[in-house]
Each structure stands twice: as C-alpha cells, then as structure tokens.
C-alpha cells in the first residue's frame, strides 16, 4: 500500500522556496536506473532545502533512497531529473572535472568505514582535503582541529595506530579542514560501540552549534537521528514525512511505522 504524504513532509516541501540562503536544494530530484519494465526509481521528485548550520539525519526502510539521496545531494552521482544547489551553486550539469574541485573544496565527508590512507599520518590525512584541493596545507588548522576532537598531540601517528572511534574523529576533522558548505556523513557511527557512537554524535553537533557547519546525515539509528535538529524520512524514493530531532523513542515508532510490517498494521 503507498504511503500518503504526511503534513511534515508537506511542509518540509514548501521550505523548499526561494530567496533563502540554503545549504542544499534539491528540486524535482528524480533517479532512475535502467529503462523499460526492469526501471527502478531510486528517487521520485525529491523537493527540500536545508539551511546552513543546520543538521539533518535521513532515515527509512532498506531501498526507500537514503544512499542514492545522499549521493545526488553531494554529487556522486547525477539524477534523471531535476536540480541539485550546494551553497547556491548548481551542480546538475557541471562538467566531472567541476564536480570533483567543488567536492575538495566545498565538501566535507564522513563514511561508516573511515576511509583514512594507511600509509598518512594523521595530520597528513587531516590535511588532505586541502592538498587535493590545490591550497597550501594549514598546520596550525590541523593541530586546532584535532584538539577539538580529542586528538591533541596525536597528528604524527598512523590510522592503524588508532582505536575505530579515534579514527572516526580523524575523519570528521578532515571534513572540516577545508570549511565546507556541508557535511555529508554516511551511516557515521555504523562500526562503532554505543559509547562511541554518542561521541562522535556529539563532535558532528558540536560541529553545526559551535563552527556554524551544516550536516546531512544518512543512519539507520533512531539515537543517532536524535542529535539532529530534524530527521526526513524516505520511502519508495519519497520524502514521507518529517518530524523534529531530540527524542529517539518517537523517531523509532515512525520508522517502525514506515516498515513494510508496520505499514500493513497501519492500514489494518
């Protein structure tokens, strides 16, 4: 049974207007892969705007879109249809190379697998963004980042000689080194203990209250979705519904709800 709209997602729509200094826009976002009777539609006309120092978690069941979303919102991949704005510039139809500098420059990512270079120091992969990106590395940037996160005095040892949540903070304070307009952070805490979890959560919200970054988080965790000043909910390529973050016991009922098992109680 398809699910109606809710009066949240309605209105997470209608911010999508213009005239406002968003961080990221997404207008009639359509993907689709394949052609014919075998077509799957990843996304089915995704309209919202995120404003800057703002931080969002994106949720929903396994193949409602969360990944292809985030995708298309930090241009890895381009949609079927429609416009996508990173800090008011358009990307639908920037040229690879376009795309590959505004991500060195302009982007910051957080994956569930660290995605650190073995062989860098930490420093060296603190600052890599920056290096990629053809500016001169900031030393002093770096040392000042990884304070914040914990890491003070810790920039001349390897990846591997750090614990899973050391090497998550490392990640996040590469995300930050260039200043991007957004974060974009994948399933972030997905390979770490609960404790953990809680503080790189709370590096990513410090990150928006204090340094004014925008983060768009992708999880399947109603506690991680909680540090988010709202959570948007996917399903079959839609945005269904919308609700304020802070209280993960309501986060999880919705997303219970949005279960193909909880979709048919809902209908019962």
């Known amino acids: 049974m398809a699910l109606r709209r809710s009066r949240n997602s309605r209105r997470a729509n209608a911010d999508a207007a ?53 995708q298309c919102a930090a241009g890895l991949d381009r949609p079927t249809e429609g416009s996508v704005r990173l800090g008011g510039t358009e990307i639908t139809g920037m040229s690879e190379n376009k795309l590959t500098e505004l991500r060195r420059s302009r982007l910051g990512f957080v994956f569930q697998a660290f995605n650190l270079l073995p062989s860098l120091t930490v420093e060296q992969n603190v600052l890599l963004p920056m290096r990629l990106a053809g500016d001169r590395p900031d030393r002093r940037r770096a040392a000042q980042l990884l304070a914040r996160v914990g890491l003070d005095g810790k920039g001349a040892r390897r990846p591997g000689e750090l614990s899973g949540g050391q090497q998550q903070r490392v990640a996040i304070a590469r995300a930050l080194v260039t200043e991007p307009d957004v974060i974009f952070a994948d399933e972030p805490t997905g390979a770490l203990d609960t404790t953990t979890a809680g503080e790189v959560l709370a590096l990513l919200r410090g990150a928006v209250d204090s340094l004014g970054a925008t983060v768009v988080m992708v999880t399947h965790d109603p506690v991680a979705a909680a540090h988010a000043d709202r959570v948007l909910f996917l399903a079959d390529g839609a945005v269904v519904d919308a609700v304020p973050g802070g209280a993960a016991g309501r986060i999880a009922e919705r997303m219970a709800a949005l279960s193909p098992r909880g979709s048919l109680r809902a209908a019962a």
Request: charged share 20%; no cysteine.
């Open 18 to 70: 213009p005239g406002h200094d968003w961080a990221v826009e997404l207008r009639g976002v359509r993907r689709q892969y394949g052609r014919g009777a075998s077509a799957v539609h990843a996304l089915r006309g995704i309209d919202l705007a995120l404003p800057r120092g703002s931080f969002t978690a994106v949720m929903g069941p396994s193949g409602s879109g969360k990944s292809t979303f985030l």
